[in-house]
């Protein structure tokens, strides 16, 4: 079963870039899109980026040119890049993991890691 695991999160200045992690411990993950989403309090969570398993990006239209997301297949993960980040950006960020299956959907999610940025 696919397990999500986030990390690189923590307190960034504005202006500066980040980059967050999400590693697969399990299922094959190849055959899933795996993307980052947000949720800022009192806000609906967001996609950010999202990246298929043909290797195709969307990118959410709120952060489009400052975010670039990539995996990489023999080490399960997937890497989201955010640069010029602003106030706006601090939320926290979830990995998330779908496909279709014959009979079902599958879709996980990780824990979600923190990101702040400060002025």
């Known amino acids: 079963q696919v397990q999500l695991v986030e990390s690189g999160g923590g307190s960034v200045q504005a202006g500066n870039s980040l980059t967050l992690t999400c590693v697969n411990s399990?299922?094959?993950?190849?055959?899933?899109?795996v993307g980052w989403h947000r949720q800022a309090p009192g806000k609906t969570r967001e996609l950010v980026g999202e990246?298929?398993?043909?290797?195709?990006?969307l990118i959410g239209e709120s952060v489009k040119g400052r975010v670039m997301v990539s995996r990489d297949n023999t080490k399960n993960s997937v890497t989201l890049r955010m640069n010029a980040l602003e106030k706006e950006d601090s939320a926290v960020y979830y990995c998330n993991a779908h496909r279709k299956g014959l009979t079902r959907n599958y879709e996980y999610w990780g824990q979600g890691t923190q990101v702040t940025v400060s002025s």
């Open positions: 990246i298929t398993s043909d290797g195709i990006s």
């Open positions: 399990g299922g094959v993950f190849e055959l899933y899109d």
